[in-house]
């Protein structure tokens, strides 16, 4: 039972006060399966150019990850992005977006994934994410995230997207802008009201609230983030964090019940979430994932048990 993750895949050029890449392997959904890939098996639906270089296709694959659905665009230029951070690394401005061949992406699923049970729909136009979910006839479970642009200038056809969504991860500032609401649990009760019946609001190095209704009410779950000593650089970390929530749940076979989540397993997985978002920072770009081993993984599970128990 595999997961399906659409998005972007990308070159980026990240400054962070660590130092300056002018090229790296990036995009969300690459991101959100090479997190995923350690907990289920991953089968992406993505766009490239005739630029996306052998060693990038050969980490993927090396994680086991399905390529079937990764059109590659001879004639054009894969999408680029850079970014630079604050001192802090809690800020970051954009400079560059050239979208090239993602421009005109149209996900086309290849009959082999459109069976599966597991579906994160990476930060895409909404028509484009509602369009993949429908040609998905037995999902079990299914969710994505989006971005302030889609919500600001796209915000019908996103409501109507998400609407038909077992769960949203948004980020703090994009859930005040969707619900109007600067509270957060106001936000989060006007949101859950939108279809999703469970938001993850990701608060970056704060960690992350899950809200979800549990028994009639809605409850919340609040993770905080992990405590490293270095960050090198945060790109990507919403992605991993979104990767291993998803991933958990697909590797468990976890299904909704009566549309809700099992409270206990959503807290699980966001803390799966929280450690693969923790791992990304720790290196450059995507650098981590090439020697991350599954046992470092469930230590630092286990370190969040012990320094959050009281
Ligand atoms: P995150 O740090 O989790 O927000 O994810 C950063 C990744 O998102 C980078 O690798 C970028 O390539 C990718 N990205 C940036 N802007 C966009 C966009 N407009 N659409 C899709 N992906 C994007």
């Known amino acids: ?107 086309k699923l290849p009959e082999s994934y459109r069976q599966e049970p597991y579906l994160l729909l990476g930060n895409i136009q909404p028509a484009l994410q509602k369009s993949v979910r429908a040609q998905m006839p037995a999902l079990a479970l299914a969710g994505g995230d989006t971005m302030n642009y889609w919500i600001n200038d796209f915000r019908g056809e996103l409501v109507e997207t998400i609407g038909e969504w077992d769960f949203l991860l948004i980020n703090d500032s994009e859930a005040r802008l969707l619900s109007g609401q600067h509270n957060l649990r106001r936000a989060a009760a006007c949101i859950l009201e939108m279809g999703p019946r469970t938001l993850i609001v990701k608060r970056g190095e704060y960690g992350a609230v899950a809200f979800a209704r549990d028994g009639g009410q809605v409850g919340h779950f609040m993770a905080p983030g992990y405590l490293l000593e270095d960050v090198f650089d945060p790109t990507g970390a919403g992605d991993s964090f979104a990767g291993g929530f998803i991933g958990y749940l697909a590797g468990q076979g976890i299904r909704p019940r009566g549309g809700e989540l099992d409270f206990a397993e959503l807290r699980r997985a966001v803390i799966y979430g929280s450690v693969m978002g923790s791992f990304c920072c720790e290196k450059f770009g995507v650098d981590r994932f090439r020697t991350l081993r599954r046992e470092e993984i469930e230590s630092r599970y286990r370190e969040f048990q012990t320094c959050t128990a009281f």
């Open 1 to 107: 039972m595999a997961l399906v993750v659409v998005g972007s895949v990308a070159y980026d050029g990240v400054e962070t006060p660590h130092g300056k890449v002018d090229r790296m392997l990036g995009g969300a959904a690459t991101y959100i399966s090479l997190a995923a890939s350690y907990f289920t098996p991953v089968k992406i639906v993505a766009v490239v150019g005739g630029d996306f270089a052998r060693e990038d296709v050969d980490l993927l694959e090396s994680r086991g990850i399905d390529l079937a659905g990764l059109e590659r665009v001879p004639e054009g230029k894969t999408f680029f992005w850079a970014g630079v951070y604050s001192a802090d690394m809690n800020d970051r401005t954009t400079l560059r977006t050239d979208l090239n061949v993602f421009a005109d992406f149209q996900p």
